[in-house]
T-cell receptor, first 116, second 114 residues
Framework: GAVVSQHPSRVICKSGTSVKIECRSLDFQATTMFWYRQFPKQSLMLMATSNEGSKATYEQGVEKDKFLINHASLTLSTLTVTSAHPEDSSFYIC????????????FGPGTRLTVL | AQSVTQPDIHITVSEGASLELRCNYSYGATPYLFWYVQSPGQGLQLLLKYFSGDTLVQGIKGFEAEFKRSQSSFNLRKPSVHWSDAAEYFCAVVPTGGGNKLTFGTGTQLKVEL
């Protein structure tokens, strides 16, 4: 149990375009989902926390207009990187918690974004 | 300031040898404690967690961790390492009563020599 998926696993896009990444909890209802960014050989940096049906809470320094987060259902959250630039290239990981596991985050496999 | 420290950036062990990865935290009250493992290009997998109770916690893949309040530590151990254990290991905490926002350590890269 506690499986989280992400799609796509890898995406390459041109500078100025927008990219959407999906995060799904497959076998539990995720009342809270988290989005992280990870730079090479570094730890995870929390970008935002989203609760189902509510606006996301962004961490300091994260542009909410650039990284749009939607958590419309208990099994799906999306991260849209708008007007992507090469500096947005990174590994994006989501996690989810909820159901009978409210205190534990389960992570997706990550999405490698490359902006040309 | 509240923090999580993993003192060892890199550790190399021989296959079959024992392993201990260190994690120390600095919080007013004992937080919830987690160990995650990340293989290259992958997400994080939960190895084990400690909320309360027995201070020796058993996890998946033969890992265990011991919570020591006096040392503010939650070290991860495995009696005999397998080559497939080579990965990045992250200690993480959630402050008790502070929601469920994880704070990660900087990670320890484990290399296993055959």
């Amino acid at each position: 149990g506690a499986v989280v998926s992400q799609h796509p696993s890898r995406v390459i896009c041109k500078s100025g375009t927008s990219v959407k990444i999906e995060c799904r909890s497959l076998d539990f209802q995720a009342t809270t989902m988290f989005w992280y960014r990870q730079f090479p050989k570094q730890s995870l940096m929390l970008m935002a926390t989203s609760n189902e049906g509510s606006k996301a809470t962004y961490e300091q320094g994260v542009e909410k207009d650039k990284f749009l987060i939607n958590h419309a259902s208990l099994t799906l959250s999306t991260l849209t990187v708008t007007s992507a630039h090469p500096e947005d290239s990174s590994f994006y990981i989501c996690s989810a918690s909820g159901g009978d596991r409210p205190d534990t985050q389960y992570f997706g496999p990550g999405t490698r974004l490359t902006v040309l | 300031a509240q923090s999580v420290t993993q003192p060892d950036i890199h550790i190399t062990v021989s296959e079959g040898a024992s392993l201990e990865l260190r994690c120390n935290y600095s919080y007013g009250a004992t937080p919830y404690l987690f160990w995650y493992v990340q293989s290259p290009g992958q997400g994080l997998q939960l190895l084990l967690k400690y909320f309360s109770g027995d201070t020796l916690v058993q996890g998946i893949k033969g890992f265990e961790a011991e919570f020591k309040r006096s040392q503010s530590s939650f070290n991860l151990r495995k009696p005999s390492v397998h080559w497939s254990d080579a990965a990045e290991y992250f200690c993480a905490v959630v402050p008790t009563g502070g929601g469920n926002k994880l704070t990660f350590g900087t990670g320890t890269q484990l290399k296993v020599e055959l």
